[in-house]
């Protein structure tokens, strides 16, 4: 008695479990096709038209919206056309009848110009050059008495070329002051040396004083730059002067006094 009804409840849990598989199967297909007729594959409208995007999305029964302010440079696409769409198209990225697809227009591949460096300094021209997509090529300096900074450019100023073209620069600077060969200023009076130093252009911008037993005062006795160095108006010139005062050295501006013969400068 007991084998019969095992027998039926076994029977009774397979048919139950059947009935709840082919109705799991049934709703996910009913739930699919439902969804699929309601939804499409999203088209791939880069590149096209608008007028051929909006004929294939009319067909489709989505609708093509067109980003009026933003559009995007390339070297692909047609200016015009459309670049760049908001949802990646395939037939696995479905999307519903009547939603909107926003894209937006190339512009075409990005035009780019020399910019205008004139006067500016090499270093601001290298950034800016930076700025605009361009590389640096030749920088040439040369002494000129225009105004500092960039002078000439090459292509010119306003040339349109393409991104990462390389740009040369002339850049003006100051004329450098006359080089001199320096003199022995050694024994001669600072009062006679200096003034004749000045009207070369020569600076002597430190003078010191040291005790000196058995020279007079106002004597140099030491100089830098030495003798026979490259010396010109860039370039300070410090000399030490004998003093009778005990106490070490002692920095101080000298008078100029008259003048009287001094050691000759000669130009290198």
């Known amino acids: 008695m007991s084998e019969p009804r095992t027998h039926g409840f076994l ?8 009935v709840v598989l082919v109705f799991g199967v049934s709703t996910y297909l009913s739930f699919t096709l ?7 594959s999203t088209p791939n409208l880069v590149g096209k038209s608008v007028a051929d995007a909006k004929a294939v ?15 995007r440079n390339s070297d692909k696409i047609a200016a015009g056309s459309i670049v760049w769409q908001n949802r990646a198209p395939g037939t696995t990225n479905l999307v519903k009848r009547g939603t909107d697809i926003r894209v937006e227009l190339s512009a075409g591949p990005l035009v780019l110009q020399v910019p205008d460096l004139d006067g500016q300094s090499a270093r601001t021209a290298l950034l800016r050059l930076g700025q605009q997509n361009l590389k ?14 960039i002078v000439a450019e090459e292509p010119p100023k306003g040339t349109v070329v393409a991104a990462q073209s390389k740009v040369s620069l002339l850049v ?4 450098p002051p006359p080089s001199f060969v320096m003199p022995d200023l050694i024994d001669y009076p600072l009062d006679t040396v200096r003034p004749a130093l000045e009207r070369r252009g020569l600076n002597v911008s430190n003078v010191k004083f040291e005790a000196y037993p058995g020279i007079a005062d106002g004597i140099i006795i030491r100089q830098f730059p030495l003798r026979g160095a490259a010396v010109s108006g860039r370039d300070p010139i410090t000399v030490v002067v004998s003093r009778q005062e005990e106490g070490g050295i002692i920095e101080q501006p000298a008078a100029v006094g008259p003048v009287s013969a001094v050691p000759s400068t000669t130009n290198q």
């Open 34 to 40: 439902f969804i699929r007729g309601r939804s499409v």
């Open 57 to 71: 999305c009319t067909e489709l029964g989505v609708s093509l919206v067109v980003d009026p302010e933003h559009q």
């Open 172 to 175: 003006s600077v100051p004329v």
């Open 11 to 18: 029977e009774g849990v397979l048919f139950a479990a059947l």
């Open 136 to 149: 640096l090529d030749n920088l040439t300096y040369v002494d000129s008495s225009l105004p500092q900074g």
